[in-house]
C-alpha cells in the first residue's frame, strides 16, 4: 500500500505548482483523502480534503482561493492545484488517506491512515 507524492519543485512567487498523489497497493477512491504540509520545528499543517465522491471539499483558511483538490477516481489518484504560491508556501507536501468515506474532523492528521513520502515544495521571491 502506497501513496506517491510528485510535481513538487521550484517555482517563482506567483506562480503555479500542481500535486499529484496517486496510490497503489489498494483502491483508495471510496476514501476522503487530503494534502497536509510541514516545515522544520513547525506541526503538520492541514491544507484540503476531499469526499470519496470528490462532490464535497474543505480547505484551511490559509489556502482558500488559491489552492484547489481534485481527484479522478478511475486513475486512483488525487491532485492540489496550487495558484498565487507565496514564500511562506514553502514546504514539504504530503497526501494521506482515511480509510473511511468521510473523516469528522478533515483537519485532523490521526484522521489518515495512510501517508505519502513527502514532495518539496520551494516558492522564490
Known amino acids: 500500500v502506497q501513496l506517491q507524492a510528485s510535481g513538487g519543485g521550484l517555482v517563482q512567487a506567483g506562480r503555479s505548482l500542481r500535486l499529484s498523489c496517486a496510490a497503489s497497493?489498494?483502491?483508495?477512491?471510496?476514501?476522503?483523502m487530503a494534502w497536509f504540509r510541514q516545515t522544520p520545528g513547525k506541526e503538520r499543517e492541514f491544507l484540503a480534503a476531499?469526499?470519496?465522491?470528490?462532490?464535497?471539499?474543505y480547505y484551511a483558511d490559509s489556502v482558500k482561493g488559491r489552492f484547489t483538490i481534485s481527484r479522478d477516481k478511475a486513475a486512483n489518484t488525487v491532485y492540489l492545484q496550487m495558484n498565487s504560491l507565496k514564500p511562506e508556501d514553502t514546504a514539504v507536501y504530503y497526501c494521506?488517506?482515511?480509510?473511511?468515506?468521510?473523516?469528522?474532523?478533515?483537519?485532523?492528521?490521526?484522521?489518515?491512515?495512510?501517508w505519502g513520502q513527502g514532495t518539496q515544495v520551494t516558492v522564490s521571491s
Open positions: 476531499i469526499s470519496w465522491s470528490g462532490i464535497s471539499t
Open positions: 494521506a488517506s482515511a480509510t473511511s468515506t468521510a473523516v469528522v474532523t478533515p483537519d485532523q492528521p490521526y484522521e489518515y491512515d495512510y
Open positions: 497497493g489498494r483502491t483508495f477512491s471510496d476514501y476522503a
